[in-house]
């Protein structure tokens, strides 16, 4: 909608003749009426586009909890599917708390937010309770992505403890910064107040979400060490394979779908015209973004599936199903600025940019079951600097409003500016985390509440921490397997007694 109808009664009056003040109180009245409903009708959509956008980005702990559980050993299902409810759980009562007050509640020189701490004087103006629930579901995302990194040796009070202060603290400063109109880095601030002019540009949080998991999991992972049996004395890699390609695939296509939430929602409306009565508009934006986030992601995959072939010599499909997340990843930060065919470009690279991480990795020896690291962080850097290359000019003015002369992608004709804000939130969003998550690991790990023992690692986490194997392989009412279940097991073994080990 362009704006209000408007309707003056002394303008009116003096074309009705007769009784023309009356009648054009009327009329005025009946048309803001109807004008009323149509603002109505207009905040509705619009907060339902957003429900449904947050509901869409939520359905992606499903996909994560899957991912994870299948990217893991089956003795420590149990332990993995835990950490992937409680990082939505607790997320949800520390960013209520203090993560969305962090994030959005007003600003302190542009660092973090001061006000709206449990939602007090909520809603406000400019922001409603679907806005609250979109948000919370992009910082439990976060949490998410650091739980796959220091998966099977991780002590579960660990997990409570990092995944309070990611969500409630650390995750919320850095979506104050980029996202926040008050932020020192914010594209929504004054044009003469913004980073080299511009702001960084991160649409959907190729830094704010997926560095700062990403980066995150990289020093829990590194402070905690590799599993046991990852890498032999003589530094050769073990591949610790998960148990479940099957899961592998659902988790990867359910967080396909949950994507369409997660990049197209971030418009947060859609209800916006570009150009007035016709059919162009911020509906137009979504729908490309939409696209965007198809092509990068599937351009990743079949960039992957070939690399590895040459690579390994097997069509490998829980690559691939890393490599197609590592696109969505990448294109993340760009999506609702960049043409379609761009997108192809971002996939590619992203696929690269994933086969070198892993590399590394594997020479470092570096040990992440999820490849979260390698993964959201350094795709999740890509995508930055591929917005500072590639963004389009006339889509950056149609999202985040229009400005002349604003710097574009450089490869687009627009000079180095943008790519120099990209930059800094690389520098920032890495300094940040590092500075915050890394003091927080190398503190859980001198009170020994990090890691856990080698023979609970041996044995699974699901037997020694949670009560029992995810998985039954044998029925309780089975006779032939009662006198097995019943007898002592070698005192040597990790496995009490009574307990059979499980076939994994």
Not at 443 to 463: H, N, P, Q, T, Y
Request: aromatic residues 14%; neutral net charge; hydrophobic residues 45%.
């Amino acid at each position: 909608m362009s704006g209000p109808l408007t309707c003056s009664v002394s303008d009116l009056s003096t074309m009705l003749g007769p009784n023309a003040t009356a009648a054009a109180e009327y009329i005025c009245g009946q048309l803001g009426t109807v004008n009323n409903k149509f603002t109505d009708a207009a905040y509705a959509v619009d907060n339902t586009y957003l429900l449904f956008s947050a509901y869409l980005v939520f359905s992606m702990q499903i996909g994560f909890a899957m991912l994870c559980a299948g990217s893991v050993r089956a003795k420590n299902t149990m332990n993995i599917m835990l950490t992937n409810v409680l990082d939505a759980a607790a997320g949800g009562l520390f960013y209520y708390l203090f993560g969305y007050a962090f994030a959005f509640g007003g600003s302190s020189e542009g660092f973090i937010g001061r006000h709206n701490f449990a939602l007090r004087d909520f809603p406000t103006l400019t922001s409603d309770y679907s806005f609250f629930l979109y948000q919370w579901s992009f910082a439990i995302a976060a949490a998410g992505i650091t739980s796959g990194s220091i998966a099977e040796r991780t002590q579960f009070v660990a997990y409570l403890i990092y995944s309070s202060f990611l969500t409630g603290f650390v995750y919320p400063v850095v979506s104050h910064w980029f996202w926040s109109p008050f932020g020192w880095a914010s594209p929504f601030r004054s044009a003469e107040d913004r980073l080299f002019n511009t702001g960084a540009i991160d649409f959907a949080g190729s830094g704010v979400v997926h560095m700062v998991g990403g980066i995150a999991g990289l020093w829990g992972a590194l402070i905690e060490g590799p599993r046991r049996g990852r890498f032999e004395k003589s530094g050769r890699a073990i591949a610790l394979r998960g148990h479940s390609a099957s899961l592998v695939v659902l988790g990867t296509f359910l967080l396909w779908f949950g994507w369409y939430g997660f990049n197209p929602g971030s418009f947060t409306k859609i209800l916006v015209p570009y150009e007035t009565g016709s059919s162009y508009g911020q509906w137009s934006g979504i729908g490309r973004t939409a696209v965007t986030t198809t092509l990068a992601g599937s351009t990743a995959a079949l960039t992957t599936l070939f690399g590895k072939r040459l690579l390994s010599g097997h069509w490998a499909v829980t690559d691939v199903c890393n490599g197609l997340l590592g696109g969505f990843a990448a294109i993340t930060g760009g999506c609702s600025v960049v043409e379609p065919w761009a997108a192809i470009v971002c996939g590619f690279m992203a696929a690269l940019v994933l086969i070198g991480c892993n590399k590394l990795a594997e020479i470092v020896q570096y040990d992440d079951p999820l490849e979260a690291a390698q993964l959201h962080g350094g795709c999740g850097a890509w995508g930055l600097i591929f917005v500072g290359l590639f963004a389009k000019e006339k889509y950056l003015n149609e999202v985040y409003g229009e400005t002349p002369g604003r710097p574009y992608g450089l490869l687009m004709g627009g000079g180095g500016k943008l790519l120099g804000a990209q930059l800094v939130q690389i520098l920032v969003v890495a300094g940040w985390v590092s500075a915050t998550m890394g003091t927080l690991f190398f503190l859980l790990k001198r009170l020994g509440l990090l890691r856990i023992s080698e023979k609970d690692e041996m044995a699974g986490m699901d037997m020694t921490r949670h009560g029992g194997f995810a998985y039954m392989y044998y029925d309780n009412d089975d006779e032939s397997h009662r006198a097995i279940q019943l007898q002592r097991v070698d005192p040597g073994s990790p496995f009490p007694r009574s307990v059979t080990p499980p076939r994994v």
